[in-house]
């Protein structure tokens, strides 16, 4: 599942900016739900998905710690 959502920790990724993030939660959103664009009774629901998964990434992204790695 979700196999095109590419890593974004180091040292898979460096520099990864809050649209990546937001790129990534989008399509885990859809591939879920099986909604590229939902109708628009489901827009709000959607969108608060992706929010929701957008701030459990960032906070997963900046917890994380990477052997070998300085921390940030």
């Known amino acids: 599942m ?3 959502i590419k890593t974004l920790r180091p040292p ?3 520099g990864v900016t809050d649209a990546d993030i937001r790129a990534a ?5 859809r591939k ?3 909604f590229q664009r939902p109708a628009a009774h489901n827009a709000e629901v ?3 998905a992706v929010d929701a998964v957008e701030e ?4 997963l ?3 994380l710690r990477v052997r070998g790695a300085p921390a940030r």
């Open 56 to 59: 459990a990434t960032a906070e």
């Open 32 to 34: 879920v739900s099986g």
């Open 2 to 4: 979700c196999r095109n």
């Open 46 to 48: 959607f969108e608060r």
């Open 12 to 14: 898979f990724a460096e």
């Open 61 to 63: 992204l900046s917890s």
């Open 25 to 29: 939660a989008l399509q885990y959103v």
